[in-house]
């Protein structure tokens, strides 16, 4: 779900605002290495992401200011599972990456 909304300014420039969420149900991942994790299932429970931004852009264009946030909820989701494979020192083990924590950002172009 998004949304986005341009609110023309008096100076000819522009503010668009906007948000979006992303819900996902409970769901099983598996290492993807096989014998090396074992097989092994890692649940992902249920979540809700919400990220939102404003852009100001200058009345001719030249100028960009974003600031944004993400991961507002601050989910920790599982984004990768694998095995230690081929590194032998790490055969039997299972990494696992989640996706970065709340994150605020300003970009200027």
Known sequence: LSYEHAFP???????????????????????NQGATTLNALYTQPSKTKLNANATWKSAQGEWTIT?????????ATLNTVSGGYPVLDNFASVNAMIDPPRTFGISLC
């Open 9 to 31: 300014l008096a100076n000819g420039s522009l503010l668009t605002t906007g948000a979006n969420a992303h819900y996902s149900a409970r769901y099983l991942t598996t290492g």
């Open 67 to 75: 600031a944004f946030g993400r991961n507002l909820t601050n989910e």
